[in-house]
């Protein structure tokens, strides 16, 4: 059973760091591209950040660019989130997304999210 397992969240305040991790089961992870996506209640999931099947290229939302960094570690079946400089608006549950290259239809798994809140 496919299975991906995110860590990490938890209260920061604002300017604070966080890394989010994403554990993959049952899946060969460097087939894969990951991407992260968050929620807030009331609104669309949003992609945050994506990264290819060996890491080569990343993609970021405007709202992140030069703040967050995704990494992958294929030997462990995991993928990261480094969140720097937060901000209360990044308040969200993030979710980890991991998407078979080539033929998404056969392989597209989600895990259950981690809370991020971004407080004073």
């Known amino acids: 059973q496919v299975q991906l397992v995110e860590s990490g969240g938890g209260l920061v305040q604002p300017g604070g760091s966080l890394r989010l991790s994403c554990a993959a089961s049952?899946?060969?992870?460097?087939?894969?591209?990951v991407n992260w996506y968050r929620q807030v209640p009331g609104k669309e999931r949003e992609l945050v950040a994506g990264?290819?099947?060996?890491?080569?290229?990343?993609n970021y939302a405007d709202s992140v660019k030069g703040r967050f960094s995704i990494s992958r570690d294929n030997a462990n079946n995991t993928a990261y989130l480094q969140m720097n400089s937060l901000k209360p608006e990044d308040t969200a549950v993030y979710y980890c997304?991991?998407?078979?290259?080539?033929?998404?239809?056969?392989?597209?798994?989600w895990g259950k999210g981690t809370l991020v809140t971004v407080s004073s």
């Open positions: 049952s899946i060969t992870f460097s087939r894969y591209t």
């Open positions: 997304n991991a998407r078979l290259f080539g033929n998404p239809s056969l392989g597209d798994y």
């Open positions: 990264i290819t099947r060996t890491g080569s290229s990343t």
